[in-house]
């Protein structure tokens, strides 16, 4: 991802967090699309994320879902990180599926915010929702205090 003159705020809230990302790189995931208040990731299940079921291990999904969650809200260029999140697990993941993580914000206010995020399958088959709120900093991404 390479930040243009032309990028949006979300988008180079994006750059700024996903260069130092080496979780989620190291997790195959990556960004499709960031606009304010919104982040879409993908992530292919391989055969190290699964558990003794030979399902996706639900550390694996909660870890997208916290990625996704992060770049959104994050999107709007304020330092923010989770103060709460939980997440329900409708169906399992299997080695080989393409999983997207969709991300939408619900409510921002000044400091809190409110998210719900969706996984699916290639196939649309939701896979977890997850539901978090943020806490911003009270600094910018750029180290600028606001």
Not at 22 to 49: D, H, R
Not at 72 to 86: D, I, L, P
Request: proline share 2%.
């Amino acid at each position: 991802m390479i930040s243009l003159p032309n990028d949006t705020l979300a988008q180079q809230s994006a750059h700024i967090m996903y260069r130092d990302d080496a979780c989620a790189k190291a997790m195959g995931m990556s960004i499709e699309k960031v606009e304010e208040g919104f982040a879409q990731l993908k992530m292919p299940i391989t055969a190290q994320m699964l558990n003794g079921h030979k399902t996706c291990h639900g550390g694996q999904l909660f870890s997208l879902a916290d990625t996704a969650f992060a770049y959104a809200c994050n999107s709007q260029g304020h330092a923010a990180v989770a103060s709460m999140c939980s997440i329900d697990f409708i169906r399992p993941g299997f080695e080989g599926d393409l999983l997207t993580a969709t991300a939408t914000m619900k409510h921002q206010g000044k400091r809190n915010g409110l998210y719900e995020v969706e996984i699916t399958n290639q196939d649309g088959k939701t896979l977890a929702l997850f539901h978090g709120r943020s806490h911003r900093l009270g600094h910018r991404l750029t180290g600028e205090q606001s």
